[in-house]
């Protein structure tokens, strides 16, 4: 059971900006601990796509970018592409339940 | 760089004891500060952690599994294993192996995943 909620779908047409977020508690993002995102494309493993809220791995295009406030994260997709259709998740650490992910996201690309 | 590789049975009864195996290659699972584990993710649905063993032993599981669950590290093979007790039809799902590594605290390499049915 997700304790970080994500919207279940977010669409938009090549070359826009879609955001998503990512909604935790006072145990878990509120407490201070970074987030993660992931990317899964269909049929594989996700891959690390933002760490410590808005690090980008070595390959990442600067067209994905994080940030955190409070007990909320958020994803940013700039210049969306088609191969940018897939899952994305976000994760954190809880206090309580440890590792944690968000429900997931599936982002359409018009 | 770090490769995962899971092996195991596709198939598990319901009742019995699921054993799944994560090979790990260009590196020495006991020389490096990473944290080993395992995630899941159930047909359709989204991502589960299971629990992480740090490269000096230590364990750590979810609450919801930390009864069935446990994971252990083969230094002899640079292998480290994944055993969930008495599963279900809910136990159904890619398993992954992973590292979380110190330099970002992410799950930062997966291996490519294995399913596992839990059937009569």
């Known amino acids: 059971q997700s304790v970080l909620t994500q919207p279940p779908s977010v669409s938009g047409a090549p070359g826009q900006r879609v955001t998503i977020s990512c909604t935790g508690s006072?145990?878990?993002?509120?407490?201070?601990?970074?987030v993660h995102w992931y990317q899964q494309l269909p049929g594989t493993a996700p891959k690390l796509l933002i760490y410590?809220?808005?690090n980008r791995p070595s390959g990442v295009p600067d067209r994905f970018s994080g940030s955190k406030s409070g007990t909320s994260a958020s994803l940013a997709i700039t210049g969306l592409q088609a191969e940018d259709e897939a899952d994305y998740y976000c994760q954190s650490y809880d206090s309580s339940l440890g590792y944690v992910f968000g429900t997931g996201t599936k982002v359409t690309v018009l | 760089q770090l490769q995962l590789q899971e092996s195991g049975p596709g198939l598990v009864k319901p009742s019995e004891t699921l054993s799944l195996t994560c090979t790990v290659s260009g590196g020495s699972i006991s020389s490096s500060s990473y944290y080993w584990g395992w995630i899941r993710q159930p047909p359709g649905k989204g991502l589960e952690w299971i629990g992480s063993i740090y490269y000096s032993g230590s364990t750590y599981y979810n609450p919801s599994l930390k009864s069935r669950v446990t994971i252990s590290v083969d230094t002899s093979k640079n292998q480290f294993s994944l055993k969930l007790s008495s599963v279900t039809a809910a136990d159904t799902a890619v398993y992954y192996c992973?590292?979380?590594?110190?330099?970002?605290?992410?799950?930062?390499?997966w291996g490519q995943g294995t399913m596992v049915t839990v059937s009569s």
């Open positions: 006072s145990s878990n993002i509120g407490a201070g601990y970074d």
């Open positions: 992973d590292v979380v590594s110190p330099e970002n605290g992410a799950f930062d390499i």
């Open positions: 410590g809220n808005s």
